[in-house]
């Protein structure tokens, strides 16, 4: 079919093929952390119905979307946090993936609720738990807010 875009398939979840090699070299990489590791097998492995898709861009974006389960990645955009720490795509593909596999009424109703320095309480969530998690794990910094400034590097592990 022309412009149809080839993926690879990893249970649950599309990876573009042009993206195959990132997703693994994050996966692997975030894989050192047990938290990690289990969001990625949930990710892979949904129960309640749920596929995921996974699109890269070079935007400094990355999101999720819970309209269509879109986990939006920029591989190659790092983080500085308010505090002058360095954190890995790899990283921010992790706290996305946080978002994906939580239930939907629960995340809805943790998105609804404001946070003066998360943003909202699912930022909340994610960032001190997962997040903070695999950043101790692997060496990364820690973050205290949702705020913090992206930047170009190497690798999807690069800081």
Known sequence: MP?????????TLAVPASAESAYELAKAYLSRDRVERHLFHRLEHERDGRHFRLTTNHRNDDHFDPS?????WDPYSALRT???GRQSPALG????????IESAARAERLR???DTR???ADERRVIRGSETHAARTLGEAVRHDHAGS????????SR
């Open 3 to 11: 412009g149809a875009m080839h993926t690879i398939q990893h249970g």
């Open 68 to 72: 269509d389960n879109t986990i939006a």
């Open 82 to 84: 308010t505090r002058g």
């Open 93 to 100: 593909l992790g706290h996305e993936i946080d978002h994906a």
């Open 112 to 114: 609804d609720r404001s």
């Open 118 to 120: 998360y943003d909202t």
């Open 150 to 157: 992206a930047y170009h590097v190497a690798t999807p592990v």
